[in-house]
């Protein structure tokens, strides 16, 4: 069965990425390659459940992580499903699998303190990279929005007489977050700086290289990477922690679940409570220096 139209699938049925879409393909010609030297080419979806274990064996020999055997396993099980739906196979191999254990992950937010630094003192605004690397940051803190989301966000999609951003998430899903007034600001400024690019070929689009065209995902890690690495001693300094000092930093302030939930665009409340870990440990300490019982 061709893989093409499992992607086919993801992309217009599942409404996943083009990225996303793609990981799953190379899980599965990764598992291909493996029934192609261990068991004489037999096609992917005739293999039993005895095939795959030895494959996840293979994996956990060859030092892969718990959590991304977990994964691959999990995109072999999306196209068995797919599979069954358009009646290729009668029965998932994978139906009794259970998932490797994983440890869970802690996310270490950056410090206010930190932040504060990197958008106070590190950033000289004097061009447009100056701006556009400010606004990042920026709207990155402000926001909680997901690296592939601003790298999509179009002009269009700021409102400023709402003062809003329309953000598409995963699957196409649409959201609104309120945009701060200092955001706002940076905003203005940013497309000033812009509008004197000698060149704009992706006019659509927000953020911008040099030379006009799309940022892309690698060039806003190393933005974030750039500042922070700077002023921060955590191992990884990444957009993704900043959504998690976004959400941290909430929750630390009294925001309600539910309502970060949203901001974030997650489907789902239990999703947003990974997020509680550092407020939880916050509250231990509020609670310890202000209950009258504790005080010495």
Known sequence: MSLKAFSD??????????????????????FQEFLKEAHDEIPIFKVGYSEIRQWIVELVNSGISNR??????????????????????????????????????????????????????????????????????????????????LVNIKTSDIDFSKKQLKVLGKRNKERYIPLIDTLIESLGRYLDYRA??????????????????????????????????????????????????FATHLLNEGADLNAVKELLGHTSLAATQVYTHNSIAELKKVYAKSHPRNIR
């Open 196 to 245: 004197q690019l000698p060149i704009i070929k992706d006019k659509d689009q927000l953020f911008l290289t040099k030379k006009g065209l799309k940022v892309y995902e690698m060039l806003v890690y190393r933005i974030i990477n750039k500042y922070f690495s700077k002023a921060s001693s955590k191992a990884k300094c990444s957009p993704h922690v900043l959504r998690h000092s």
């Open 9 to 30: 699938y993801l992309l217009l049925e599942k409404k996943y990425s083009k990225h996303t879409a793609l990981a799953y393909i190379r899980d599965l010609e990764m």
């Open 68 to 149: 991304t055997i977990n994964r691959k396993i999990s995109s072999l099980n999306s196209y068995y499903k797919f599979l069954q739906k358009i009646q290729q196979i009668e029965a998932n191999p994978l139906k009794q699998h259970r998932a490797l254990k994983v440890g869970k992950k802690v996310h270490l937010p950056f410090s206010e303190e930190e932040l504060k630094q990197v958008l106070e003192h590190s950033i000289e605004i004097n061009d447009f990279e100056s701006a556009r690397d400010q606004l990042i940051i920026e709207l990155f803190y402000a926001t909680g929005i997901r690296r592939i989301e």
